[in-house]
């Protein structure tokens, strides 16, 4: 009985260490798979990165969104202050015209219309003489800043009886 004790114990150790050895395999490949916290990890590691490079490139492209606008508002208003000044600078033209059409005396202000556009003086209304639109014409290209005159003033005709 001894023996078969002996036999039943042998066979039970066997059973023992193959048991062990199966859980030390088992553990080992357990310790080189990843668990789910490293899975997670590591997928919050990427997230993480990922979320990072978008976050650096929205701030890029928004730099440069603003940089563009800033270009844009000082083209608009640089644009609009060369508007301005040239608008000052017809009205400008046009006081020194009627001023100057003032002072002369064989011109009368109050029948001639004065504009200005772009140093550009447009006259219009009605005179008495030829002399006095030529003279209009003249006062007007002496002043300063004046490109060019446009005369539309036309003569009135005067009736016989005046005379």
């Known amino acids: 009985m001894k023996t078969a004790n002996k036999h039943e114990q042998n066979i039970s150790a066997e059973k ?3 048991v062990i050895g199966l859980f ?4 080992l490949t357990g310790c080189q798979q990843e668990g789910a916290a490293e899975k997670a990890g590591k997928k919050l590691d990427h997230s993480i990165e ?3 490079k978008k976050i ?5 492209q928004a730099g440069k969104e603003i940089s563009d606008a800033k270009k844009e508002a000082g083209k ?3 644009e609009t202050t060369e508007a301005s000044g040239q608008y ?4 400008v033209i046009t006081a020194s015209v ?19 556009v772009n140093g550009v003086v447009q006259l219009s209304g009605a005179l008495d003489s030829q002399e006095s639109i030529d003279k209009a014409g003249e006062v007007a290209k002496d002043q300063k800043n004046v490109k060019s005159v446009q005369n539309d003033l036309i003569l009135i005709a005067t009736s016989s009886s005046e005379e």
């Open 24 to 27: 030390i395999v088992l553990g």
């Open 76 to 78: 608009s208003i640089s």
């Open 88 to 91: 000052i600078d017809d009205s």
């Open 98 to 116: 009627k001023a100057a059409i003032l002072n002369d005396p064989l011109l009368k202000v109050s029948q001639i219309k004065v504009t200005t």
């Open 50 to 52: 990922s979320t990072g």
């Open 56 to 60: 650096e490139q929205m701030t890029e």
């Open 16 to 18: 023992i260490l193959a």
